[in-house]
């Protein structure tokens, strides 16, 4: 998974680290688990939008990475 992780980020050279893990958070729950999904409201009013993973097997993140891999790579 490392390795797919490597190969991704050689894409976004600019992005930082935990800039690629929030994206690709939030491309896989839009994607595959809308139920990780987390949105909040505070007082203020601010809308913050949060990623769960915690659940999700690793085999099956695995996989979306595979496939988004696949995606970059194609439109390239």
Do not use: A
Request: hydrophobic share 35%; proline share 3%; charged share 30%.
């Amino acid at each position: 998974m490392l390795d797919l992780l490597r190969e991704i980020w050689s894409h976004y050279p600019d992005m930082r680290f935990l800039q690629l893990i929030y994206v690709l958070q939030s491309k896989f729950c839009h994607d595959n688990h809308p139920d990780g999904i987390i949105r909040s409201e505070e007082k203020d009013g601010f809308k913050g939008t949060g990623y769960d993973l915690f659940n999700v097997e690793d085999t099956t993140f695995h996989d979306f990475l595979t496939r988004y891999l696949e995606e970059l790579n194609e439109s390239v």
